[in-house]
């Protein structure tokens, strides 16, 4: 599959081989496309942007947009006033089809993948940051994977005062 107009996956840490995040960057405006096997996840802060992309994914794969993200790989995912957050406090081990966020034909992936119309080049574990949602890794393997993506612990004890 071509890369869609504007997306790259360039980044700013000390490798641009993240094969499994796209990005686009626009004045103030970002749009993450992140695959997973046969998951994609969509996110970003321009909703016009994010309808344009799953229109050019649905004409290329067949596509079932099943909305706003719960569960992603068994991580909880966290809304708050203060952003996102990502969780395995309810972990237990899940069927990967019940954490679809977006299904795609699996079918239709093998056809592309035969006819060399998508390729999936090899990346090294340490360059893979989907092996953080998936495989059991080193401390400082998941740290450091943890803070290429930007998450953060909600759960973690937080600094200051009770006032009784």
Known sequence: MDIPLGY?????????SYHTLFL??????????IIYVDDVIITGNDKHE???LQYYLATKFEMKNLGELKYFLGIEV?????????SQRKYNPVQHDCTKHV????????QKL?????QFP???SEDQLADILTKAISSKL??????????SDIYAPTRGVVLA
């Open 142 to 151: 998941f740290h450091n994977s943890r803070d290429r993506l930007g998450t």
């Open 78 to 86: 966290a809304r708050s006033q203060k952003g996102i957050f990502l």
């Open 24 to 33: 686009k960057h626009q004045k103030r405006k970002v749009i993450a496309l």
């Open 50 to 52: 994010i309808s344009q």
């Open 103 to 110: 299904e795609v034909d699996r079918h239709c992936i093998k």
């Open 114 to 118: 035969e006819a060399k119309v998508i």
């Open 8 to 16: 790259n996956t360039t980044h700013t840490g000390t490798s641009n």
């Open 122 to 124: 090899f990346v090294m």
